[in-house]
């Protein structure tokens, strides 16, 4: 409940069609950005670019770091992508037609992206105040928009309810990690990282030229606005780079445009050559994001590079080992099929892998005090044996009564990450050593 119900919604669905399969895993992510990629040609379209600026706009986002990352994870930053390269594909087409009906359009998909991501609030805020500034404010005075609104709110109703209910515990989970997330710095680059990460770096001066575009454009002008005030939020407030991410299609959709149009009163040579240096460079910068990004091979130096640039790559290891290594400490202790043996993890990560690569070793549904399975409480029958992962000895022996170390945790790859690195040793232990109520609220976490 600490994060919007949208994406762990459709995994559940695709984990019922295709099980427990990577292909099947990472398949709707695929989608999304593969759609978000040609809305963007489409906006690009609309913005008056022919083929040349369609091709150029869809392929700068294909080969962008963070749509490459997007497509090989399951996450919530992924379908936030397409959630936002919708919004501005109608607004353009709202602007366009001058028909308010593309309000309903516009509601529609920021209530979707609302049960997805919470970031969808700063492009929103962009959106009304690009119409305010603008001569484009005639829209918002009239029954579309109000029609919209409710069924943003009618499709974000049920979480809002959620929320509600439980104390807003999305808010306490944003207000601790944003201050995890500075303190750890992973605010800092935030503007080179635009460059770099968030979009293709060959394509900057298209999403520049896409931003001044907008700024000059008496009809397109609010979309330059759903830009920089996001923009302006996330830098003062130390946000995360990749919030803004979902941002540079529309820029790079009427940046292509625009240049396609340029292009065109060149001399046929010239026209070849500025061609033909865009898309190398393009291409060129697509292929390093996929070596940095993507584990191209199964071993090897493209393999150690991928693993050295790509923290999340890392995190990806070692799951199925430590479940085994649980399981095989649960069948070695002295008890009858280990029946009275709990699983206690310290990170959601590890809470995952227990409870859904455990059922083949018949391990008991983990305790975990993290995010949203905090909210399902703590064991109510007595469990006198814990299996503790994911702390370290000093944190096992604060929480927990007589503990050992019973294994390590590794992976077969020797990878080194958080699961390796930071916490490798596993425990056996006594109950807490507070009363669980107590216990329990002591040790909520986010993460």
């Not at 710095?185 to 990282?193: L, S």
């Not at 520049?208 to 979309?223: D, E």
């Not at 130390?238 to 790079?252: D, E, H, K, N, S």
């Not at 549904?365 to 399902?376: D, E, H, K």
Request: with cysteine.
């Amino acid at each position: 409940m600490a994060y919007p119900p949208l994406t762990p919604f459709v995994e559940r669905i695709s984990l019922e069609i295709f099980g427990l399969s990577m292909v099947g895993l990472r398949l709707v992510s695929v989608l999304a950005q593969s759609l978000a990629i040609v809305v963007t040609g489409m906006m690009t379209r609309e913005l008056g670019g022919g083929r040349l600026a369609q091709v150029a706009a869809a392929l700068a986002v294909a080969l962008s770091p963070l749509p490459l990352f997007e497509g090989t994870e399951f996450q919530y930053t992924t379908f936030n992508y397409l959630w936002w390269v919708l919004v501005a594909y109608f607004v353009v087409r709202l602007l366009k037609t001058e028909n308010p009906r593309w309000w309903l359009a516009v509601g529609a998909t920021v209530g979707v992206g609302l049960m997805t991501k919470y970031t969808m609030c700063f492009f929103v805020s962009g959106l009304l105040c690009g119409f305010l500034l603008t001569c484009a404010r005639r829209f918002l005075l009239n029954w579309w928009l109000l029609a919209g609104a409710r069924i943003a709110l009618l499709i974000f109703s049920p979480n809002l309810v959620c929320q509600v209910r439980n104390g807003f515990i999305s808010y306490h989970f944003l207000h601790y990690i944003h201050i995890r997330d500075m303190g750890l710095g992973r605010a800092n680059g935030f503007v080179p990282k635009q460059f770099f990460v968030c979009a293709n770096f060959y394509a900057a001066p298209l999403w520049i030229t896409g931003l001044l575009c907008f700024l000059r454009s008496p009809r397109y002008r609010p979309l330059a606005w759903m830009y920089l005030i996001p923009l302006a939020f996330f830098y003062f407030a130390q946000g995360l780079f990749y919030y803004l991410a979902p941002a540079y299609p529309m820029l790079i959709a009427m940046g292509a445009a625009a240049g396609e149009h340029w292009v065109r009163r060149l001399p046929r040579l010239w026209r070849r050559v500025v061609e033909a240096v865009l898309f190398t460079g393009i291409a060129g910068a697509g292929v390093y994001s996929c070596a940095l990004i993507l584990s191209l091979a199964s071993s090897g130096p493209l393999m150690h590079f991928a693993l050295e640039n790509n923290d999340a790559l890392r995190e990806e290891f070692g799951w199925n080992e430590l479940v085994r290594t649980v399981a095989g400490i649960r069948d070695s202790l002295p008890l009858q099929g280990g029946q009275d043996v709990g699983v206690v993890v310290g990170n959601y990560g590890e809470q995952g892998a227990i409870e859904i690569l455990g059922s083949t070793y018949r391990l008991p549904p983990p305790i975990s005090m993290t995010n949203s399975a905090w909210l399902r409480g703590y064991p109510r029958a007595a469990t006198p044996t814990l299996i503790v992962i994911g702390f370290s000895r000093e944190d096992a022996e604060r929480a927990f009564t007589g503990c050992r170390l019973a294994g390590h945790n590794g992976n077969s790859y020797g990878v080194k990450n958080e699961e390796s690195q930071a916490h490798p040793d596993i425990f056996v232990c006594g109950g807490p050593r507070k009363p669980w109520p107590e216990f329990w609220k002591e040790y909520q976490s986010f993460g």
